[in-house]
């Protein structure tokens, strides 16, 4: 069954340490991979996306992310936080021309000044 | 700023109110959907519409009624709803071939209270 898994129901750190947000997924195809953030009463916003290639894909506001196949992770991370990046972090895998994107459970970030 | 814009922001409805979310797309994406969000949950898949035919329905009870008059609008008709239904209203949009397919593009949402 294709499932997405985050372990993590938050995360508190300081502003300025680094973050990493995990995410493992289980997914019978080559998948498409996503963090999606979303601030409170918003829509949510895309911050990266794997589909092929270099497994180190960067993508807005610093954030980056680290496909590793054999771990089936795609961990999200970002050196140094800021307090604006306190939001709720989705992770999500589809197929490509698929319609059903599968998202996990999401992790609130809180930042601590 | 966003490119799939809903309207309203905020909708206050009783049980037996008749009312429509909206949302429009520019970016030539043929595939639009609405999604379902509670309160610290993920979002949930309600509907897809690709090239302006419902293509997937999630078993949405029919007191929700989507409609898709063209290739950039996508309606959400509401009649009857329960206050289980107070949710956030969220309208996605995707391309349907290449690398950017998969890939969302949300509104804002839609913030709906039923009473």
């Known amino acids: 069954a294709q499932s997405v898994t985050q372990p993590d129901i938050h995360i508190t750190v300081s502003e300025g340490a680094s973050l990493e947000l995990r995410c493992n997924y289980s997914?019978?195809?080559?998948?498409?991979l996503f963090w999606y953030v979303q601030s409170p009463g918003q829509g949510l916003q895309l911050l990266l996306k794997?589909?092929?290639?270099?497994?180190l894909v960067q993508g807005i506001k610093g954030f980056e992310a680290e496909f590793k196949r054999s771990q089936s992770s795609f961990n999200l991370r970002k050196p140094s936080v800021h307090w604006s990046d306190a939001a709720e972090y989705f992770c999500?895998?589809?197929?490509?021309?698929?319609?059903?994107?599968?998202f996990g459970a999401g992790t609130r970030l809180f930042v601590k000044a | 700023d966003t490119e799939v814009t809903q309207t309203p922001k905020h909708l206050v409805m009783g049980m037996t109110n008749k009312k429509s979310l909206k949302c429009e797309q520019h970016m030539g994406h043929r595939a639009m959907y609405w999604y379902k969000q509670k309160a610290k949950k993920p979002p949930e898949l309600m509907f897809v519409?690709?090239?302006?035919?419902?293509?997937i329905n999630e078993s949405v009870p029919s007191r929700f009624s989507p409609e898709c008059p063209n290739s950039s609008l996508l309606n959400l008709h509401l009649h009857a709803l329960q206050p289980e239904d107070s949710a956030l209203y969220l309208c996605?949009?995707?391309?349907?071939?290449?690398?950017?397919?998969?890939?969302?593009?949300f509104g804002e949402g839609s913030r709906l209270t039923v009473l």
């Open positions: 996605a949009s995707t391309a349907t071939s290449g690398q950017g397919s998969g890939e969302l593009f």
């Open positions: 999500a895998v589809g197929g490509g021309g698929g319609f059903k994107t599968i």
């Open positions: 794997y589909f092929s290639g270099d497994t």
């Open positions: 997914y019978g195809a080559t998948p498409y």
């Open positions: 519409y690709s090239y302006e035919k419902l293509s």
